[in-house]
């Protein structure tokens, strides 16, 4: 008999298996259990997974500016003619003096997510924006509404009288509360259409000596106000706040005419005062002999004020897209706008220069006789 050393308790000499048992089969990997490189990968995929969920979920503090569709003026939406005239005569025209538009994508009530803006930095044709530069810090969805609405009304009014005033009509004018914000201080007290006379017992003639003379407030101070309300004088004190680091009531000034005879415009659903110009020119085109555009396609923007100064507008660079896309060759582009214009003109499309009514009725005379050639542009 040959003797074996002795081995640990319980376990075979050979070390092969436990006592008794003979050898140990081979060990089976768990086909439930990761590997450490396939659970990191694992976790790599679920983190990128998550970020894309975020990136379309989160809102970033910008907003976005493209290219937005054309209306002319001369035409009809919805069916009905933009521009009705009753009480006057009015004379069959052809050709468009298209009002222009932008699209904005983010603001109050909107979100703007990374995928938003990167898509929008690679398009020439859009821009981001910095929220805050287009809207005011804690201003509501429901404010820029109302806003814009009130802007738009107040700039058809304007463009109204204008293209009057251009034929000879007189035109008496009124400072008037065109809306009032719902949130406003003293909403209960002010009601849209009162005409403002006098603040702090001083008369006031319009719309801008309103303003400074309610500025002079602190926020939360009171300011007395003299008003006409349904023919009677009516002495309201009204409650002042902060909005956009100025002392107001929370109202939209307008400015009423007495017009001679009924106009009205309607543009659907666009708010703003940037397409006053174009208003104005459609509205002298209907109210005058013979077709003002020749039978030419002339698109353009611009606020306008009573006395006919265009002003400058937002995003004029995605509505010379938009006026090149919907088949305009002309654009009747602001004075003050021209430094975001130069360089920036869509092929196909000629820009002129205006700084008025006057400038503007005249430079769709010279394109609808073909003499437009001296014309002047941005240039820089």
Known sequence: MTHQPA??????????????????????????????RSATALVVMFLLIALAA???????????????????????????????????????????????????????????????????AIDPNEAVVKEELYFPKGVTDKQVEEEGTAEMIDSQQEAIAVALKATGQKVPTQVVIGQVAKDAPSAALLKAGDRVLAVDGKTVDGPDAIRSAISTHKPGDTVALSLLRDGKDVKVEAKTRESDGRTTVGVFLGTRFDFPFDVKIDAGNVGGPSAGTMFALGVYDRITPGALTGGQKIAGTGTIDATGTVGPIGGIRQKLVGARDGGAQWFLAPASNCDEVVGHVPDGLRVVRIASFDEARKAVEAIAAKQATSLPTCTK
């Open 54 to 120: 975020l990136s379309t979920i989160v809102g970033l503090p910008y907003v976005i500016m493209k290219p937005g569709p054309i209306t002319n003026t001369l035409g009809k939406l919805s069916g009905k003619d933009l521009i009705t005239v009753s009480g006057a005569p009015t004379y069959p025209t052809t050709g468009a003096l298209d009002f222009t538009t932008v699209r904005v994508a983010g603001g109050p009530g909107f979100r703007v997510t990374v995928w938003d803006v990167l898509k929008a």
């Open 7 to 36: 081995g640990p308790p319980g376990i075979d000499p050979a070390g092969t298996g436990p006592a008794g048992t003979g050898p140990a089969s081979p060990v089976t990997p768990d086909p439930y259990r990761l590997g450490r």
